[in-house]
């Protein structure tokens, strides 16, 4: 075993006597800092106190089963055991580096400043100065290879290295290739196996140019930009089209962009900007650009806007929605054009900050600072999370400080709404079994599924996601590209189908679970859960519908006769709590009931069954599902509307409800449903399944 994992094993069991002589470990163990890419984290709170000392060890472990001769083994041990000093330290131990001019904002650059000035406390009859130098220079360049195939880097940086390959080319030292392969072996797969496996070959070809002492090799604008994009391209980002369509041609703000980059190395680019559009991430470099020496800036850390631009929102990492919106605020006041000529926003909840991490300003951190009111903000909209009325909150507030993109920008809630959208897919497939034609639309096409329902089972047929949320289009198309889906995207007003499609011309439309939030959240006349609302979209849709298409319906019942009571006994404590929160809370009607003791009321039938949708999905969904009604129509209501909005022409070919799968599951455990006399009865139907075509003359 490596002697420095047998120390590090002992520090572990406590052993603190071993620090005084080991200074590596001493830095690495005494530590405030969480300096760590959060790139690879799936929750902040997850992250230990000192995340450095556990990697290192992992470079250790993996160096530990490599077949080396030792003399090489044991320069790569040293590098590892340093290349990460400047992230430890106490905070009088940093206070003195920093004094020194140490650079710990670059932590390669820093890490191997202190190495050096360890040596220098060795006696100079001990020391081999040959050696050293090679771990010095290992120590700088640190990390560098993968920071170069990340676009982060230049290739430049890797000339001190390649000056002493080419001042020591008879050197015994080592085999300096095998070395610096297996050396980012280490820093590599100490991160991901699977990245190491992914990237190995590129690792390989760039080392033997360095080897080969090849000077210039540096990557195109294109190349590095693309690189720096890669997370965004994995999630769906159309990076060539938008580099076509934002960066060709000779234009002043492409030529700043192309000289910053040939000039400037990144840190932690990817990690702080992935959640950022393409002409998102453009601005903020030509604002950073207004910001500096253009002589004198040599590197540039995103770390400071990385650890800010994150949180943990219901146990996971997640980009703060509310920064990012205060932020694109900002960055959409002036075009790429305008910034390039000098504009910069005065925008009074935020602006970008450069700071300056060295006296010479060759090295800038960037963040971006929040007024006062943009951070009272911030903060209260992270409280209202604990809130029933959390989502009515934030919209109103951001409705003041106009950060929605429209009106059906659902925030933070976007992306539980887009997986509740996909759920129940063995349910949706039965639609695909009535869709007909060749132009199928699917309205409110939400996460996609239906979509990709419909493509498989109609490969011959063209599939459109009709959608009015400008954040669910963004989604679907990210998710068209990721996975190379054949499906196209359109946003448009269901209601107003005919400005987008010619009459006669579509074959199939879809409404799957999305009339119920017509119902809800459309204020149509004037005001919302307007019946209206659903009979002008199946108006919409017939005027553009052809002969023998159809309209295809799932959504929500209501059950008939109406005026039935029931009884509903709480299993649990806390459910008559839960009951009369949502009493006060909904709005889609007013809720009767009567209560006959402390865990049992009586109620309308369809009061029950409406409590009973938002009481399955519990807590976590409860500030979306109290302000939606899902059932609006009885089946006898929903037949008498379809004949008169849509006249003789409209066929029900299909009408039919039952109780969905899994509520029984669900709420059975949690609650009695009676009769008037006592007797247990079943649940309501929740569900309703119709199909409308329209008759050919």
């Given amino acids: 075993m490596l002697n420095s994992l047998k120390l590090i094993y002992e520090i572990t069991k406590g052993n603190e006597s071993i620090l005084r002589k080991n200074k590596w470990l001493q830095y690495l163990y005494l530590t405030k800092e969480q300096i760590v890419n959060l790139e690879q984290v799936d929750a902040l709170e997850k992250i230990p106190k000192n995340p450095i000392l556990p990697y290192v060890e992992k470079t250790l472990r993996v160096l530990n089963e490599i077949d080396l001769p030792a003399y090489e083994k044991e320069i790569i041990e040293e590098v590892l055991i340093w290349s990460e000093v400047a992230k430890g330290g106490l905070t009088h131990k940093r206070k003195e580096w920093q004094e020194k001019g140490f650079q710990l904002s670059i932590h390669n650059i820093g890490s191997a400043q202190i190495y050096a000035a360890e040596q220098m406390n060795i006696p100079y ?44 080319e008879n050197s015994a030292l080592c085999n300096i290739e095998r070395v610096l392969l297996k050396l980012n072996q280490c820093i590599i797969e100490a991160v991901s196996k699977e990245l190491w496996a992914s990237i190995h070959s590129e690792v390989e070809e760039l080392i033997s140019l360095i080897v080969k002492k090849k000077r210039h090799a540096e990557q195109s604008f294109n190349d590095r930009l693309k690189r720096l994009r890669e997370s965004s391209i994995k999630n769906g980002e159309d990076f060539n089209a938008l580099f076509d369509r ?3 041609g ?71 929605l509310y920064k990012k919106r205060i932020i694109e605020s900002y960055l959409a006041e002036f075009s790429l054009e305008e910034i390039a000529k000098g504009k910069a926003p005065e925008n009074e909840h935020v602006t970008l900050s450069v ?15 929040y007024s006062k009111a943009g951070q009272k903000l911030i903060e209260f909209c992270q409280e209202a999370e604990k809130s029933p009325l959390y989502e009515r909150a934030i919209i109103m507030l951001y409705d003041f400080f106009g950060f929605r993109k429209d009106a059906f920008d659902r925030l933070q809630n976007e992306q539980t709404y887009l997986t509740d959208m996909n759920n129940g897919q063995d349910e949706k497939k039965i639609i695909s079994d009535y869709a007909t034609g060749n132009l199928m ?13 419909l493509t498989e089972h109609h490969p011959d047929a063209t599939v459109v996601g009709i959608d009015v949320s400008t954040n669910v289009i963004e989604e679907l198309n990210r998710k068209k590209i990721r996975e190379n889906k054949r499906w196209l995207v359109k946003q448009a007003d269901a209601l107003d189908l005919k400005t987008y499609y010619k009459p006669n011309s579509v074959d199939t439309i879809v409404f799957s679970s999305i009339l119920h939030e017509l119902y809800s959240y459309i204020p ?21 519908l052809s002969p023998g298409g159809r309209i295809i319906i799932r959504d929500g019942i209501m059950t008939e006769p109406k005026d039935e009571m029931r009884l509903l006994e709480f299993k649990e404590p806390s459910g008559m709590d839960f009951f009369k929160r949502y009493v006060n809370d909904f709005k889609g009607r007013k809720i009767e009931y009567k209560e006959v003791d402390k865990r049992t009321i009586q109620l309308p039938v369809n009061d029950l069954m409406e409590f009973c949708y938002t009481y399955t999905w519990g807590e976590e969904a409860y500030p979306h599902e109290v302000q939606e009604q899902f059932g609006y129509f009885t089946p006898t209501e929903y037949k008498q509307a379809i004949t008169q909005a849509l006249g003789k022409n409209a066929s029900i070919i299909k009408l039919e409800h039952y109780l969905q799968e899994g509520y029984e599951e669900f709420l059975l455990p949690k609650v009695k449903v009676m009769n008037e006399a006592g007797d247990i009865v079943r649940l309501p139907d929740s569900t309703c399944f119709i199909v409308i075509e329209k008759i050919r003359d």
């Fill in 125 to 168: 009859q001990n020391r081999t100065i040959e050696r050293e130098e090679l771990i010095y220079l290992l120590i700088l360049t640190h990390g560098l290879v993968g920071q170069f195939i990340r676009g982060e880097v230049r290739y430049q940086q890797f000339s001190p290295l390649i000056d002493w390959i080419e001042h020591n």
């Fill in 246 to 248: 934002l960066l060709t």
């Fill in 250 to 320: 000779d234009n002043e703000y492409t030529i700043t962009l192309a000289n910053f980059f040939k000039k400037t190395d990144l840190w932690y680019v990817e990690s702080a900007l992935q959640d950022f559009t393409f002409e998102e991430f453009l601005k903020i470099f030509l604002f950073i650009n207004q910001r500096i020496d253009p002589l004198s800036l040599q590197q540039v850390s995103f770390e400071p806007l990385m650890r800010d631009i994150y949180y943990d929102y219901k146990g996971k990492k997640a980009i703060n």
């Fill in 355 to 369: 700071l300056p991490l060295d006296q010479l300003g060759q090295i800038v951190g960037v963040q971006f600072t």
């Fill in 441 to 453: 639309l699917d309205i409110g096409a939400g996460g996609g599924v239906m979509l990709d329902l």
């Fill in 524 to 544: 149509y006349n004037g005001r919302k859960f307007n019946h209206e609302v659903v009979v002008q979209a199946l108006k919409s849709s017939f005027e553009v």
